[in-house]
T-cell receptor
Framework: SQTIHQWPATLVQPVGSPLSLECTVE??????LYWYRQAAGRGLQLLFYSVGIGQISSEVPQNLSASRPQDRQFILSSKKLLLSDSGFYLC???????????FGPGTRLLVL | GENVEQHPSTLSVQEGDSAVIKCTYS??????FPWYKQELGKGPQLIID?????GEKKDQRIAVTLNKTAKHFSLHITETQPEDSAVYFC??????????FGTGTRLLVSP
């Protein structure tokens, strides 16, 4: 069966510091991968998606970037965090050619 | 692009009652509509989905209906239980890359 991992689970960072959140998927090959952000009490906003290694599509201009160095690894980064980057970050995957997305447990980021 | 609206934002029911959450979408090309349940501090979990070639789908106490003409779809939960309390999200999309999510409904089931 497939599983998706995210770490860290919680992160508190000062404004201006760098960020690296990691997501890995097990039990599948060539998945589509997604990064979402969820502000408190809000819906899910798609940030990036990837259909393959090194292929990243950005949905919203922002202070963040994404990379996919390996087939089942997806990384969300920032060089300098802003207060507005606080939120709950969710990674998701789907099988190639299928619509259903499955979410990871999320990372709660607080920028102070 | 697609826009998905979800109502109500909060729904309180008594245990055993039914709960209905409604969503509308704007893009007539959208053909896939999943529903997710999110418990506090956790990632959303898929509970049911429907594709545009089907009008209704049922899984035990949960059902989803889709009206393509009116561009709306609904989640129906019967015989609600306290463990159904969570935030529910609808979503809509086309193709295999993008889903647009509603803003969520907080369901509270009181014993």
């Amino acid at each position: 069966s497939q599983t998706i991992h995210q770490w860290p689970a919680t992160l508190v960072q000062p404004v201006g510091s760098p960020l690296s959140l990691e997501c890995t998927v097990e039990g599948t090959s060539n998945p589509n991968l997604y990064w979402y952000r969820q502000a408190a009490g809000r819906g899910l906003q798609l940030l990036f998606y990837s259909v393959g290694i090194g292929q990243i599509s950005s949905e919203v201009p922002q202070n963040l970037s994404a990379s996919r160095p390996q087939d089942r690894q997806f990384i969300l980064s920032s060089k300098k965090l802003l207060l507005s980057d606080s939120g709950f970050y969710l990674c998701a995957w789907s099988n190639r050619g299928r619509e259903t997305q499955y979410f990871g447990p999320g990372t709660r980021l607080l920028v102070l | 692009g697609e826009n998905v609206e979800q109502h109500p934002s909060t729904l309180s029911v008594q245990e055993g009652d039914s709960a209905v959450i409604k969503c509308t979408y704007s893009d007539s090309a959208s053909n896939y509509f999943p529903w997710y349940k999110q418990e506090l501090g956790k990632g959303p979990q898929l509970i049911i989905d429907i594709r545009s070639n089907v009008g209704e789908k049922k899984d035990q106490r949960i059902a989803v209906t889709l009206n393509k003409t009116a561009k709306h779809f609904s989640l129906h939960i019967t015989e609600t239980q306290p463990e159904d309390s969570a935030v529910y999200f609808c979503a809509g999309g086309t193709g295999f890359q993008k889903l647009v999510f509603g803003t969520g409904t907080r369901l509270l089931v009181s014993p």
